[in-house]
């Protein structure tokens, strides 16, 4: 992260590592939080919410990133402090009507689909911006930013033209008067070109903790 900071001339304090710890046990995450980790981030809301009480003894900031069913809003708006895949106005409103009052903020990311059209998650580029103004409305809710899962490629030129597309949404929706300070881009494979433009947290997963083995009954 700081090689790709330095390269493109910004400073690493400015970008936020997310660890994904989705598959991985309790002890992990235990490990990487004793080496100076605060952030993590979930896919599974079954798997996060195990996690979150084996570890309620560490003050971990809890991300949300995996793919939303309105029947599991209750649980994310309860016991995360931030979600980076909403794609539609109903888990917006939802969230937003769920989250307990004795909390901040939950801290939002639209999830956009920026080059993956078998992907079924992500609000189209076409429709971000309306979704992004109806989301800024809804109370108990702070929209931050975007995220984005490009198709995977080995090619950076590829890898950093569709980051590009993200940033340049990014920069329109402040344009238009969002204040938005988050761009949610970059895994393992593809956060160097990420960082080159503009990502301001990273999620990492398997560099981090390794390959993951998906276990029966998970997607
Ligand atoms: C699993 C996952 C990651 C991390 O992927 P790695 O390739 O292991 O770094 C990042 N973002 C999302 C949304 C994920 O589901």
């Known amino acids: 992260m700081a090689a790709a900071a330095v390269s493109a001339g910004r400073a690493v304090n400015d970008i936020s590592l997310l660890a994904v710890s989705k598959t991985f046990p309790d002890g992990a995450l235990r490990c990487a939080y004793q080496a100076g980790q605060i952030r993590f981030a979930e896919s599974y809301v079954q798997e996060a919410l195990e996690k979150i009480s084996a570890l ?91 995220m984005a899962i490009p198709a995977p490629s080995e090619d950076v030129t590829v890898q950093r033209t569709a980051f590009a597309r993200v940033r340049e949404l990014f920069d329109q929706l402040n344009r238009q008067g969002l204040q938005l300070d988050t761009l949610s881009m970059g895994m393992s494979h593809d956060f160097a070109a990420a960082i080159k433009e503009g990502a301001t947290m990273v999620r990492v997963g398997s560099a981090i903790f390794g390959n993951r083995i998906y276990s029966e009954g998970m997607v």
């Open 56 to 146: 309620q003894d560490l003050p971990i900031e809890w991300h949300f990133i995996g793919p939303i069913q309105s029947n599991k809003t209750r649980p994310i708006a309860e016991n995360f402090a931030w979600v980076h895949s909403v794609d539609r106005v109903k888990i917006a409103e939802r969230l937003s009507a769920q989250r307990p009052a004795h909390l901040s903020p939950l801290q939002l990311c639209l999830q956009v689909n920026i080059s993956d059209e078998s992907s079924k998650s992500g609000v189209s580029p076409d429709e971000v911006s309306d979704l992004a103004h109806a989301v800024a409305r809804l109370p108990n809710l702070q929209l931050r930013g975007l």
